[in-house]
């Protein structure tokens, strides 16, 4: 099991203090999508400071994050570098016009690349349409062991009795162990 990160002294310290007043603009995210809103309201909790955030008349309860570090709380934070760094007037500006990454994801899986997924490799050879193995058979066979459709819900072709005599007795067992619980009325 990974040990868990130790927060130093100086930003836990920083998290104890109020970092943001309310009505200021602030840059967080919330469930990995990344967001911009004002802060309503702010908490003091045993983890640190809570803010509640507005964005779009919807109120995030959130820690905040110090370069790497992050509160106990984590499901919603502030990332206070990313907010310093952008600047009060720019977060206002971003909010008015409703930016483009108020609804984009912090985390994103890109996914394969054409070479990771294969698609164009010609380096397998051509696939045989035919079927080497039975190519002297006719199709009659195949059609009459499929799988009919039936109202009972029961499959007639494969209803064959086990023949593990150990198998039936650990079964067997198993039944009377906990028959044991049932009380009998």
């Not at 779009?56 to 570090?69: A, E, F, L, R, W």
């Not at 799988?147 to 209803?159: E, L, M």
Request: hydrophobic letters at 25%; glycine letters at 8%; proline letters at 2%.
């Amino acid at each position: 099991m990974a040990k868990k990160q130790l927060v130093p002294d100086t930003i836990q310290k920083q998290f104890n203090k109020l970092q943001f007043k309310q009505g200021q603009p602030v840059f967080f995210t919330w469930l990995g999508m990344k967001k911009y809103g004002y802060v309503i309201q702010t908490k003091e909790m045993g983890w640190g400071i809570m803010y509640t955030i507005e964005s779009d008349s919807t109120k995030y309860p959130c820690g905040v994050q110090i370069k790497t570090h992050k509160t106990a709380y984590t499901t919603g934070c502030i990332l206070v570098d990313d907010t310093r760094s952008i600047g009060d007037d720019e977060l206002e500006r971003r909010i008015r016009c409703g930016h483009y990454s108020t609804h984009t994801e912090v985390f994103s899986n890109s996914g394969r690349t054409k070479d990771e997924s294969g698609g164009n490799n010609n380096s397998l050879g051509i696939i045989s349409k035919t079927n080497s193995r039975n190519s002297t058979k006719s199709n009659a066979s195949a059609t009459k062991d499929a799988i009919k459709p039936s109202s009972t819900r029961v499959r007639n072709n494969n209803t064959t009795k086990r023949t593990d005599s150990k198998l039936d007795d650990a079964i067997q067992k198993q039944r009377d162990f906990l028959s044991g619980f049932i009380k009998k009325v």
